[in-house]
C-alpha cells in the first residue's frame, strides 16, 4: 500500500514540473517573441526588418543568400543596401588555388542591384593573372559606385603586378572618378603609376586619409609629391624608400597639411650593389617632426650589408626598426647613437659578434624604446641583464631566441629568466622560436 501511494505521488508530480517547465519556456519565449505569438506556431516571415537584417549580418555571404531565399521578406531585406555597404570579392582559380571565390553569378547581382551602395570595398585575388584581371574588369563596372576605402591584396605573389599597366589604370580611373569620396586606399604591389594618382587627387583631395602603395615601381618621386601637395587631410601614407624626398617631407610639412600620424618606408634591396640609396636630410626630418610630433615613422629594411652606408649617420626620428635581413654591429650602433625616438626595434639576424655594447648604447640612447626583438645574432647573459636592467619595466615587448644567448661565468640561463623577471617586474622567458 505504502509503495502504490509512493507511486501515485510521483505520478501526480510528473505532470506539474512538465508544466512548470513549460511556463518557465513560455516566459522566456514571450519576453522576445510577445505573448499573442505564442498561441501559434513561429512565423519567420513576420519578423520585423530589423530582426532580419541583424541575423543577416552575422552571416557568411552564402548563407546569407540561401537564407534569402525562405521567403520573399527575407529576400527583402536580402537587398537592403546596409548589407551592401561592405564587401570583399574573393576571387580565385578553382584549378590552381584552395581558396574559395566569390560566384560569378553574385558578382553580376552585386554590380547591376548594389554597385550605388558599395562603400567599403576589398578585392582578395590568388597568384593567377586571371584573377586579378578578373578584379579590374569588376572595378571597371562600378560606375555608379560612392566608394570610400579600397583594398587590392595579393594573397601570395604581387598577381596585380602581371596586368598590363593600361587595363589597371583604366579600371581605377573609374573608380576615382567616380568616387569622389575616398578616404582610404591600400595598393600595395601593383601597376600603378604618377597619372592614376592625378585622377586619385583631382577626384578625392578633400577626402583622402591613407594611402598605402608600397612596391609600386611605376610611381615616381613627382607623383607621390602630387599628392602631398594637394591631398592636406592625409594622415597615414606607405611607400618605397626610392621615391621618398625631402620635398615630400616638407610638402607633408606645410601649414595646409594636417598632422601625420603614421609613415611607413620599405627599403627594400633584391640584389646587392644595383641599387644606390640616397640621404634624406636632417632638416627635413625636423620640418616633419615639428609639424606633426607625434607622428609614427617605421622603416622596415630589407638590405644587404654593404647597403646600409646611406642610413643614420645623422639624428633621425624613426620610431619603430625592422631588419629582414642580417645588419652589422656598426649599423646597430648608428641606431643607438641617431635614433632618440625610437620604440621598437626588431633583428632578425646578425652575425657571430656580441651586441653587447650596442644593445646598452640603445638602452642609454632611446628612452622611448619599449619592445625589441632579437633572432639570430649573440648577446652575453651579463650584456643581455645590463640591458634589461636599464630599460626596466618599460619594455612591454621583448622576444629573444633562447640560442641568441650565451651564458657566462655570472648567469646561467637559469639564472637569466630570473634576473630579467625581476627588472621587467613581470614572468620573463626565452623564445623557442620567432614571434614576430
Same mark, same amino acid.
Given at each position: 500500500?505504502?509503495?502504490?501511494?509512493?507511486?501515485?505521488?510521483? @505520478?501526480? =508530480?510528473?505532470?506539474?514540473?512538465?508544466?512548470?517547465?513549460?511556463?518557465?519556456?513560455?516566459?522566456?519565449?514571450?519576453?522576445?517573441?510577445?505573448?499573442?505569438?505564442?498561441? /501559434?506556431?513561429?512565423?519567420?516571415?513576420?519578423?520585423?526588418?530589423?530582426?532580419?537584417?541583424?541575423?543577416?549580418?552575422?552571416?557568411?555571404?552564402?548563407? $546569407?543568400?540561401?537564407?534569402?531565399?525562405?521567403?520573399?521578406?527575407?529576400? @527583402?531585406?536580402?537587398?537592403?543596401?546596409?548589407?551592401?555597404?561592405?564587401?570583399?570579392?574573393?576571387?580565385? !582559380?578553382?584549378?590552381?588555388?584552395?581558396?574559395?571565390?566569390?560566384?560569378?553569378?553574385?558578382? !553580376?547581382?552585386?554590380?547591376?542591384?548594389?554597385?550605388?551602395?558599395?562603400? #567599403?570595398?576589398?578585392?582578395?585575388?590568388?597568384?593567377? /593573372?586571371?584573377?586579378?584581371?578578373?578584379?579590374?574588369?569588376?572595378?571597371?563596372?562600378?560606375?555608379?559606385?560612392?566608394?570610400?576605402?579600397? &583594398?587590392?591584396?595579393?594573397?601570395?605573389?604581387?598577381?596585380?603586378?602581371?596586368?598590363?599597366?593600361?587595363?589597371?589604370?583604366?579600371?581605377?580611373?573609374?573608380?576615382?572618378?567616380?568616387?569622389?569620396?575616398?578616404?582610404?586606399?591600400?595598393?600595395?604591389? *601593383?601597376?600603378?603609376?604618377?597619372?592614376?594618382?592625378?585622377?586619385?587627387?583631382?577626384?578625392?583631395?578633400? *577626402?583622402?586619409?591613407?594611402?598605402?602603395?608600397?612596391?609600386?615601381?611605376?610611381?615616381?618621386?613627382?607623383?607621390?609629391?602630387?599628392?602631398?601637395?594637394?591631398?592636406?587631410?592625409?594622415? =597615414?601614407?606607405?611607400?618605397?624608400? #626610392?621615391?621618398?624626398?625631402?620635398?615630400?617631407?616638407?610638402?607633408?610639412?606645410?601649414?595646409?597639411?594636417?598632422?601625420?600620424?603614421?609613415?611607413?618606408?620599405?627599403?627594400?634591396? =633584391?640584389? +646587392? &650593389?644595383?641599387?644606390?640609396?640616397?640621404?634624406?636630410?636632417?632638416?627635413?626630418?625636423?620640418?616633419?617632426?615639428?609639424?606633426?610630433?607625434?607622428?609614427?615613422?617605421?622603416?622596415?629594411?630589407?638590405?644587404?650589408?654593404?647597403?646600409?652606408?646611406?642610413?643614420? $649617420?645623422?639624428? *633621425?626620428?624613426?620610431?619603430?626598426? #625592422?631588419?629582414?635581413?642580417?645588419?652589422?654591429?656598426?649599423?646597430?650602433?648608428?641606431?643607438?647613437?641617431?635614433?632618440?625616438?625610437?620604440?621598437?626595434?626588431?633583428?632578425?639576424?646578425?652575425?657571430?659578434?656580441?651586441?653587447?655594447?650596442?644593445?646598452?648604447?640603445?638602452?642609454?640612447?632611446?628612452?622611448?624604446?619599449?619592445?625589441?626583438?632579437?633572432?639570430?645574432?649573440?648577446?652575453?647573459?651579463?650584456?643581455?641583464?645590463?640591458?634589461?636592467?636599464?630599460?626596466?619595466?618599460?619594455?612591454?615587448?621583448?622576444?629573444?631566441? =633562447?640560442?641568441?644567448?650565451?651564458?657566462?661565468?655570472?648567469?646561467?640561463?637559469?639564472?637569466?629568466?630570473?634576473?630579467?623577471?625581476?627588472?621587467?617586474?613581470?614572468?620573463?622567458?626565452?623564445?623557442?622560436? +620567432?614571434?614576430?
Amino acid at each position: 500500500m505504502k509503495r502504490a501511494r509512493e507511486k501515485a505521488v510521483v @505520478e501526480n =508530480e510528473a505532470p506539474q514540473t512538465s508544466q512548470k517547465s513549460k511556463k518557465q519556456k513560455t516566459c522566456l519565449y514571450g519576453s522576445v517573441f510577445g505573448e499573442s505569438d505564442l498561441h /501559434t506556431s513561429m512565423d519567420w516571415g513576420s519578423l520585423p526588418h530589423h530582426v532580419i537584417l541583424r541575423i543577416f549580418q552575422f552571416l557568411p555571404l552564402v548563407d $546569407r543568400a540561401r537564407a534569402s531565399s525562405v521567403c520573399r521578406r527575407w529576400n @527583402e531585406v536580402f537587398h537592403i543596401p546596409d548589407l551592401w555597404r561592405k564587401f570583399e570579392f574573393e576571387l580565385s !582559380q578553382p584549378a590552381t588555388s584552395y581558396l574559395k571565390s566569390t560566384h560569378p553569378d553574385l558578382i !553580376q547581382q552585386i554590380i547591376k542591384r548594389h554597385a550605388d551602395h558599395l562603400q #567599403y570595398v576589398s578585392f582578395k585575388v590568388d597568384s593567377s /593573372t586571371e584573377s586579378a584581371e578578373a578584379a579590374c574588369d569588376i572595378l571597371s563596372q562600378l560606375v555608379n559606385c560612392s566608394i570610400k576605402t579600397l &583594398g587590392l591584396i595579393s594573397t601570395a605573389k604581387p598577381s596585380f603586378m602581371n596586368v598590363s599597366k593600361a587595363h589597371f589604370a583604366s579600371a581605377l580611373t573609374v573608380v576615382f572618378v567616380n568616387s569622389k569620396s575616398l578616404s582610404s586606399i591600400k595598393i600595395d604591389d *601593383t601597376p600603378l603609376d604618377d597619372p592614376s594618382l592625378k585622377v586619385l587627387v583631382a577626384n578625392n583631395s578633400d *577626402t583622402l586619409k591613407l594611402l598605402k602603395m608600397s612596391s609600386c615601381p611605376h610611381v615616381s618621386p613627382a607623383g607621390i609629391l602630387c599628392v602631398a601637395d594637394q591631398c592636406h587631410g592625409l594622415k =597615414e601614407l606607405a611607400l618605397n624608400y #626610392y621615391i621618398l624626398s625631402d620635398e615630400l617631407l616638407l610638402a607633408l610639412s606645410s601649414e595646409k597639411h594636417v598632422d601625420l600620424e603614421h609613415l611607413r618606408i620599405d627599403v627594400v634591396s =633584391e640584389n +646587392p &650593389g644595383q641599387v644606390e640609396f640616397h640621404t634624406i636630410k636632417k632638416q627635413s626630418w625636423d620640418a616633419l617632426v615639428k609639424h606633426s610630433p607625434k607622428v609614427n615613422i617605421v622603416m622596415y629594411f630589407f638590405l644587404y650589408e654593404e647597403e646600409f652606408d646611406a642610413f643614420f $649617420r645623422e639624428e *633621425t626620428p624613426v620610431t619603430h626598426v #625592422y631588419f629582414g635581413r642580417a645588419v652589422s654591429k656598426a649599423m646597430l650602433g648608428r641606431i643607438g647613437m641617431n635614433c632618440p625616438r625610437l620604440i621598437e626595434l626588431v633583428v632578425c639576424a646578425n652575425g657571430l659578434q656580441p651586441l653587447d655594447d650596442e644593445l646598452i648604447r640603445i638602452a642609454e640612447r632611446c628612452k622611448n624604446l619599449t619592445a625589441m626583438g632579437l633572432g639570430e645574432c649573440e648577446v652575453t647573459c651579463r650584456g643581455f641583464i645590463e640591458f634589461v636592467k636599464m630599460c626596466g619595466g618599460r619594455l612591454t615587448q621583448l622576444s629573444i631566441m =633562447e640560442e641568441v644567448l650565451i651564458p657566462d661565468n655570472d648567469y646561467s640561463l637559469d639564472r637569466l629568466h630570473l634576473e630579467v623577471s625581476k627588472h621587467l617586474g613581470r614572468m620573463w622567458f626565452p623564445d623557442m622560436m +620567432p614571434t614576430w
